[in-house]
C-alpha cells in the first residue's frame, strides 16, 4: 500500500484537485473567472507534470 502511494505524482493531484475546486465553484456560479483559472491551473499542472519541472518537481541544490 504504500508503495503504490508513495508512486504517486503528488504535485499533479494537487493541482488537479484546486482546479476541479475553481470548476465547481464557475458551475455553482455560473461565472466564468474562476472557470478560466481552474483551466489554467489545469494546463500548467500537466504541462509541469510532462515536464517534470517547477515547484514539486525539482531537488533543492543546498
Known amino acids: 500500500m504504500f508503495y503504490r502511494i508513495k508512486n504517486w505524482d503528488w504535485p499533479l493531484i494537487i493541482r488537479l ?8 465553484i464557475a458551475i455553482a456560479f455560473h461565472d466564468w473567472t474562476p472557470a478560466l483559472f481552474g483551466l489554467t491551473i489545469a494546463a ?11 515547484c514539486g518537481y525539482e531537488k533543492s541544490g543546498a
Open 17 to 24: 484537485f484546486v482546479a476541479g475546486i475553481f470548476t465547481w
Open 44 to 54: 500548467t499542472a500537466i504541462y509541469a507534470s510532462l515536464r517534470k519541472k517547477g
